[in-house]
Structure formats: C-alpha cells, structure tokens
C-alpha cells in the first residue's frame, strides 16, 4: 500500500474585518473568519476544519477585544480524507 502524503500550504489570514465588529465578540469572529478563509481557499466545508488548541490560544492570547490584525497559519490535509487541520506554522 501507498503511503498518505500530507500536503501543507502556508496561509497569511486578514483580520482587519473585525475591527468593525463590536470589541467584546471579536476573538470568537476571528476563529469564525478563519474557519471561514479555509473553507474557501480549500473548498471544503466549514465542519470539516479542525482548527489546533495552540491556533485558539494565539488568537485569544491578548483577550477577547484585542486579537491580531493578521494570523499566518500552516493548513495541512490528506487527499484521501476530507479533515483539515489549521495548526501554526514551525519556526
């Protein structure tokens, strides 16, 4: 049998958009957008990505109001599988 190989992108996700939400629901919008951004980019749909504990805490890191203005994140999925996993990339 072959192996699964595992293709990896490398995406920069905008999220200025939130700046036009109100402050106290704009990290909880940001993983929406991402979900989102994803889910276009990959042409999947949204309950197949699966977002890493490690990718919520940056986004939640300075509170519920303050989340980055931008996000660079590594996709990786299996051709076979419909799964996405949204992780930070190694550096």
């Known amino acids: 049998m072959a192996e699964k190989e595992i293709n990896e992108v490398v ?3 905008p999220l200025r958009k939130l700046l ?3 402050r106290t629901s704009r990290a909880p ?3 929406k957008l991402v979900r989102e951004y994803v889910a276009k980019h990959r042409k999947a749909d949204i ?3 699966w977002i890493d504990k490690e990718v ?3 986004i939640w890191a300075r509170g519920i109001e303050k989340p980055p203005n931008k996000i660079t994140l590594k996709v990786a999925w299996i051709d076979d599988e419909d799964l996405i ?3 930070l990339p190694d550096e």
């Open 11 to 13: 995406y920069t996700i």
């Open 85 to 87: 996993e949204v992780l």
């Open 20 to 22: 036009n939400t109100p």
């Open 47 to 49: 309950e197949d990505i």
């Open 56 to 58: 919520n805490e940056k």
């Open 29 to 31: 919008k940001a993983v």
